[in-house]
């Protein structure tokens, strides 16, 4: 497995989304010896990041649930499980009847945090990642309270996700020349619109890890080669499937994206992971980024 740098490690250039274990848009779930399965595959792919939320969860009072399920599978796992990179994000809220909302004061956060520690079995979260802006708040106020949590020691590195490069930018300026590790956005063929984002980040040395990076649960990760012809076509002249192109197609935009496709069956993740080693020629590349509307 190629591999890509994310808060000073290096990781699989691939990742594993694991929300569609606990949580996707047709509520079809694996039992729990398919979730840790499908997990283990991914390991044995040479996946090395997996990404999880606190929010991943059946229902409202099941919270924790993916991370729990992702530590009983690195926990459970027959390698070397030292080289494995976990994050998890915070700042969404999920309460009775489903009412979701967002809070990003540091004593929701600190809480946040104290239970993925707790969900995921460890000292420390490698890097913690704000999942979506809290508007009743200041944008550096957040930035700053997750930068104390860092200073804590609870926080190893900040990431954040669903943000604008004006949001990036105001983190950058908080935490300092090297202090953002990654942004996690939305971005597919089927939903491009982040590219400025990404090329923000290629351009400041940040990891950027598209989320459904396929397209999504629901049928638009496996309808993707039908919906964009391009890369069904060349998806034909490399004898793969499209899904794997539209993965390569994300790595070869820039050298800090790290795309985390998700997966709730062992031969998805698999097939994802493959992803690394195929190379495209610059024409395949144009061809897939002119059929999304994005130029090259």
Excluded at 102 to 120: I, K, P
Excluded at 139 to 159: F, M, P, Q, S
Aim: glycine share 10%.
């Amino acid at each position: 497995m190629k591999t890509r740098m994310l808060a000073r490690r290096e990781v699989s250039a691939i990742g594993l989304g694991a929300m569609p274990l606990s949580m996707n848009n047709d509520d079809v779930y694996p039992t729990p010896d398919e979730a840790v399965a499908t997990v283990h595959a991914a390991l044995d792919a040479g996946v090395t990041l997996i990404d999880t939320a606190d929010i991943y969860a059946p229902a409202w009072n099941e919270m924790g649930h993916n991370e729990r399920v992702v530590a009983e599978a690195v926990r459970t796992w027959a390698g070397d499980a030292s080289g494995v990179f976990l994050t998890t994000k915070g700042g969404i809220t999920r309460s009775d009847g489903e009412r979701w909302g967002r809070n990003g004061s540091l004593d929701y956060l600190r809480s946040a945090v104290e239970a993925s520690l707790q969900n995921l079995g460890v000292d420390t979260i490698e890097l913690y990642q704000y999942h979506r802006p809290d508007r009743s708040l200041v944008y550096a106020r957040i930035i700053e309270n997750l930068a104390t949590l860092r200073d804590e020691g609870l926080i190893g590195a900040i990431g954040i996700s669903n943000a604008s490069v004006e949001e990036i930018e105001i983190a950058q300026d908080v935490l300092g020349e090297g202090g953002l590790a990654s942004v996690q956005n939305e971005f597919s063929p089927r939903h491009p619109g982040s590219i400025d984002e990404l090329r923000h980040c290629s351009d400041n040395g940040i990891a950027f890890l598209p989320w459904s990076p396929l397209g999504g649960t629901g049928g638009g990760a496996r309808r993707v080669g039908d919906r964009f012809s391009a890369f069904a076509e060349v998806a034909r002249a490399h004898d793969v499937s499209p899904q794997r192109v539209v993965l390569a197609w994300e790595l070869s935009l820039g050298e800090t994206v790290i795309p985390i496709p998700g997966a709730r069956r062992a031969a998805s993740i698999v097939d994802s992971a493959a992803a690394a080693d195929l190379v495209l020629s610059d024409e395949e590349i144009a061809r897939c980024s002119f059929s999304v509307g994005i130029d090259a």
